[in-house]
């Protein structure tokens, strides 16, 4: 099956620092990535969805300025955290979807997560 | 009314049971569903896929009832390693096909 890799898999930082993970799909083309949050014991929630070379769309209460997403290639989608605090802790995982293929399949990356301290 | 909605369990079943979700949706217009599975501190991963009124998939019956919108998904002659959180998921059609994750049913299974 296609292959969805992110890294790093897990960063402690700093408040106010700002943290990059990037996704990558590994053995397809990817015209749209998905980008993730899971907080614990609660489900995932969609941040935004990314199409290469156009702006990424976000979901209602998501702060664009405070994620930023660049999907550059049909390959590559970075989400970065900017200046991130405490409460952006969270499990982040994004997903890909098959260029041309048919249906909503999407195919998730291992995750990454994130500790602000 | 939630846009997924699933019971959170936990459903604690010995071997061999069998243990039955349920999971309601509010679109109407969904044509298709899915159930992933998802592994403590992992990506969820595919399961099952349901287009029509049911799919199959030896221990695994997904079963889809759209007159009271609701999918469920049977699990026949659990194992131990059948433990996880299953999370029903729902596809908003149009535009890039977002998926909407119900908050998962654990199940834990025991010896």
């Known amino acids: 099956g296609a292959v969805v890799s992110q890294h790093p898999s897990r960063v402690i930082c700093k408040s106010g620092t700002s943290v990059k993970i990037e996704c990558r799909s590994l053995d397809f083309q990817a015209t749209t990535m998905f980008w993730y949050r899971q907080f614990p014991k609660q489900s995932l929630m969609l941040m935004a969805t990314s199409n290469e070379g156009s702006k990424a769309t976000y979901e209602q209460g998501v702060e664009k300025d405070k994620f930023l997403i660049n999907h550059a290639s049909l390959t590559l989608s970075t989400l970065t955290v900017t200046s991130a605090h405490p409460e952006d802790s969270s499990f982040y995982i994004c997903?890909?979807?098959?260029?041309?293929?048919?249906?909503?399949?999407?195919?998730f990356g291992p995750g990454t997560r994130l500790l602000v301290l | 009314r939630k846009e997924v909605e699933q019971d959170p369990g936990p459903f604690n079943v010995p071997e061999g049971a069998t243990v039955a979700f349920n999971c309601t949706y509010s679109n109407s217009a969904s044509q298709s569903f899915f159930w992933y599975r998802q592994d403590c501190r992992k990506e969820p991963k595919l399961l099952m896929s349901?287009?029509?009124s049911g799919n199959e998939d030896g221990r695994f019956t997904a079963q889809l009832n759209r007159a009271s919108q609701y999918i469920s998904l049977l699990i026949r002659d659990s194992k131990l390693s059948d433990s996880a959180t299953y999370l029903c998921?729902?596809?908003?059609?149009?535009?890039?096909?977002?998926?909407?994750f119900g908050a998962g049913t654990r199940l834990a299974v025991h010896p």
């Open positions: 998921v729902v596809p908003v059609s149009g535009g890039y096909n977002k998926l909407i």
């Open positions: 997903s890909a979807r098959l260029a041309g293929g048919l249906g909503e399949t999407q195919y």
């Open positions: 349901v287009y029509s």
